[in-house]
């Protein structure tokens, strides 16, 4: 296959995290995207990956790497981060325009609100993921559920701007962010953080997609930024299939295995069905 044009490249920019994210050109419908690929004559579903805050999409460069050598159709999404409304229609967008057929929703951090309200009511939607994630239910902030249990350390390290942001103190990524990545890698993160609207810690929940559709958890342990235990009671009121890990919040980057794992299980549903 040639080069994408430049014209292709500019137009789907915004809804995928670089080109190793998706096998097609930007120009192309939903309905014309590259296959996903197949596993006993079944094909695989498609994978959408929803980052959090202070990161983008290429928080998932691991998982992509794994799910793509696994033969399924992977996109990340990029968040504008500009409010928890505003980051559910874009990513409902992106669902409508680049990906058709059976899909898995997969969300870290930040990232399961928004998956958890952009799926609701879309029927190519097969599963969701929560990667050391908040699940709202409807009407609930992400202020509000934290507040439930002990803040955990991380949070102390949020920085406001003048424009209502809040970042992350750099020089704390490695310790309460990303403390299982090695320090380098760390750094790089906190190099090129997104920075968040603190009113998407405020804003409401709509409607939850995991009420209805099947669901995966992973926990992660040593989570400075979300407490474990409000983890465990979100994966638990949601009943999701729910898994462990000694991890950092950075699962996706230092679990991408794990994560992985879960994300290609959710998506064998669409096999069996």
């Known amino acids: 296959m040639g080069a994408p044009t430049r014209r292709a490249v500019l137009k789907g920019t915004a809804a995928f995290a670089g080109l190793a994210a998706v096998q097609a050109s930007g120009l192309a419908p939903a309905a014309e995207a590259a296959p996903a690929g197949t596993s006993s004559g079944h094909p695989k579903a498609n994978v959408l990956l929803v980052h959090g805050a202070w990161v983008d999409g290429s928080s998932w460069s691991r998982v992509i790497a794994i799910l793509q050598q696994h033969g399924h159709n992977v996109l990340a999404v990029q968040l504008p981060l500009t409010s928890l409304p505003e980051d559910v229609a874009w990513t409902r967008h992106v669902l409508a325009e680049r990906l058709a057929g059976p899909t898995v929703l997969a969300g870290h951090s930040y990232g399961g609100a928004v998956i958890s309200g952009a799926a609701t009511g879309v029927e190519n939607v097969i599963g969701l993921v929560f990667a050391s994630a908040f699940a709202p239910d409807e009407g609930e902030s992400l202020g509000e559920l934290g507040s439930r249990f002990p803040p955990p350390p991380g949070l102390a390290h949020t920085q406001p701007d003048s424009l209502g942001f809040l970042w992350f103190d750099p020089a704390a990524v490695p310790t309460f962010f990303a403390q299982d990545l090695p320090v380098e890698e760390a750094r790089v993160l906190a190099a090129v953080q997104k920075p968040i609207a603190a009113r998407s810690f405020t804003d409401l929940a709509g409607p939850p997609a995991w009420k209805t559709l099947p669901s995966w958890f992973l926990v ?20 999701a299939r729910t898994v462990e890990v ?21 998506a064998r549903i669409s096999a069996r069905g």
Do not use: C, K, W, Y
């Open 220 to 239: 992660s342990t040593q989570d400075r930024m979300i407490n474990p235990d409000l983890e465990r009671f979100m994966a638990a009121r949601i009943g």
């Open 246 to 266: 000694r991890s950092s919040h950075a699962s996706p980057a230092s679990h991408p295995d794990l994560v992985a794992r879960l994300i290609r299980a959710a």
